[in-house]
């Protein structure tokens, strides 16, 4: 792939994602590339016309599509400027050191599925705008506030008074028993592999996803969709 | 991948799966292969002891290993026979045409975590046996009834009376309010594209897990995931 983790820029790989950033954070987009083999649809219509009323330049990128999006069917993209939010009001998702792409992506998805805006990244994570990522949002990514702090300490100083629930294996609290309440909320959870530390249990009200000792834990997107889930209802 | 839908035998890559596969149904394990850069670790003498005991022969595969999981780091993996099961009593997964490998393994796992045994495929779908699937459910897929029907209409006339809910983008019923009430359900899921077809709709419940407009639909896996968390609660 033909992107790498420190570019000021990364790609939106395909119609769909593509549309979401020129509706979304048309002034991030730098230049929409085309595939020599794209074939005009309504969709395709609708992100040229957008670009041209937006003065984004359109130019062909045949080569620069195969080499980012690998052997894939892609024939259009966005080349884009990284960003980093600040974070608004109301609730936040907290992902401590996450590590899977897809499992970012997804549950930037879900989050804006269940109106949870602010996505907070404690690092070292993954590279939170590689083009997979991007895409495995389907370009929910664009309609969120994305935030990065270095390490837990930085987020904690900004952000003392929010009521935080830590999803941990060993949380004394069922979810399905929590009473959330009110005010606002961050959600935290930990690595895919290895949770969170037990030293922040501190912070907040450890929590657990009651599941059967059949499975050793369930998936981290998975986690994610089901507390916010219950968190929206 | 030197793997074919239409072998006979699948594989299990790495210690975790194959551990349960052998935990679970040691009976269609043929050989177990290790590769000539595995270490010694407590889970891999379990392994072979176990393997001693069930009487399965444990053999050099680092070619075989080699071809079968690409250029991963597998150092162990069994070799099984592909299993289709008979539905048993209890509620059940329905799963119509789907085609990720991803979101298959994560659904198995995420079944088994919530106590739902019987997972239903309805082709055409992805290879359920394929060593990625068997990958992604962490070898849940040993612990569950795996249950195929070439079509919908077969799986009908053995489940007639069971009660079906059908999760549906245009489902008027909302996930969020349903009482599934009492007796053994069937929760079917359409195809990661294009959903579940709406002829079906006469033969259960339209259900619809309610997010925001600014997605599409929530993927599949998630789908399945919050809908199990709804059932168990």
Avoid: W
Wanted: hydrophobic share 40%; charged share 20%.
């Amino acid at each position: 792939m033909n992107y790498k983790k420190e570019n000021e820029t990364s790609f939106t790989l395909g119609a769909f994602p593509t549309m979401e950033i020129l509706k979304a954070r048309s002034n991030l987009v730098r230049t929409i590339y085309t595939h020599k083999n794209l074939k005009q649809s309504a969709e395709i219509q609708n992100i040229l016309q957008l670009a041209q009323n937006l003065n984004i330049p359109v130019t062909d990128g045949t080569r620069l599509i195969e080499r980012v999006s690998g052997k894939e069917n892609v024939f259009i993209m966005a080349e884009f400027h990284k960003f980093n939010d600040k974070i608004t009001a109301g609730d936040q998702i907290v992902l401590y050191n996450p590590s899977d792409m897809g499992n970012v992506g997804t549950i930037l998805r879900t989050s804006l599925g269940f109106g949870v805006k602010n996505i907070i990244f404690i690092k070292p994570c993954v590279d939170v705008f590689n083009p997979k990522v991007i895409r495995a949002s389907m370009g929910a990514i664009f309609s969120l506030n994305i935030v990065m702090y270095e390490n837990f300490n930085e987020y904690l100083k900004e952000n003392e008074k929010i009521k935080k629930y830590l999803f941990m294996l060993d949380g004394k609290q069922t979810l399905q028993t929590l009473d959330f309440g009110k005010g606002e909320k961050a959600l935290i959870f930990g690595n895919e592999a290895s949770g969170l530390p037990s030293e922040i249990k501190q912070y907040g009200t450890p929590v657990f996803i009651e599941h059967s000792n059949k499975i050793d834990s369930l998936n981290l997107a998975i986690s994610v969709a089901i507390a916010l889930y219950q968190l929206a209802k």
